[in-house]
């Protein structure tokens, strides 16, 4: 069974730092990647996601994410935080042809304005 | 906003009871998936409809069942309530072009609290 890994379960930041959440995953063969957000009070919503092409992808709200397949990972990155950016993150994984997503536990961030 | 709406927004309820969570899918989407999401967990698949019919099931056991309308919006019923069912419930549609269909961006509803006492 596959699984996802978010190993930074609480990020606090100030204003303008640079944020990279880690996300990996357990499936070897073919992959489709999806970061989520969940701001306060508000429903889940896609980031980003990665079917096939060029690994780095670019999302909303001026975050990006790369797949790197020998790492097993997809990092989420956003060069510059805004306090509005405080919401959990959640990383999904489809595997081997699956429709069903598995999700990670999700990551916390809060930024400082 | 997606265009998704969940009710009830909150629900408390007691052990062995039996509840029904609805969910109204974005116009123009056919499938649904619902997911359970324990406090401090990511969302974990429960099952989806496409056309009415069930899709494919996560590993949850047979009281949770459900159903789609021909309108595709769903309901998601729980008999005999444990206490671990205590959790937010959500609801997800999306336009798949056929039986699970990977390629589907799925938008999310703004999910039930259900409490199980």
Known sequence: A???SQHNHHVILSEAASLELG???????TVNLFWYVQYPGQHLQLLLKYFSGDP????IK????EFIKSKFSFNLRKPSVQWSDTA???????SG????????????????P | ETGVTQSPTHLIKTRGQQVTLRCSSQSGHNTVSWYQQALGQGPQFIFQYYREEENGRGNFPPRFSGLQFPNYSS???VNALELDDSALYLCASSSSSGVRSITDTQYFGPGTRLTVL
Request: with cysteine; hydrophobic share 30%; glycine share 16%.
């Open chain 1, 2 to 4: 596959q699984s996802v």
């Open chain 1, 62 to 65: 001026g975050f990006e994410a």
């Open chain 1, 23 to 29: 996300c990996n995953y357990s499936y070897g063969g």
């Open chain 1, 88 to 94: 959990e993150y959640f990383c999904a994984v489809r």
């Open chain 2, 75 to 77: 309901e998601l019923n």
């Open chain 1, 97 to 112: 042809g699956s429709y069903i997503p598995t999700f990670g536990r999700g990551t916390s961030l809060i930024v400082h």
């Open chain 1, 56 to 59: 780095l992808v670019k999302g």
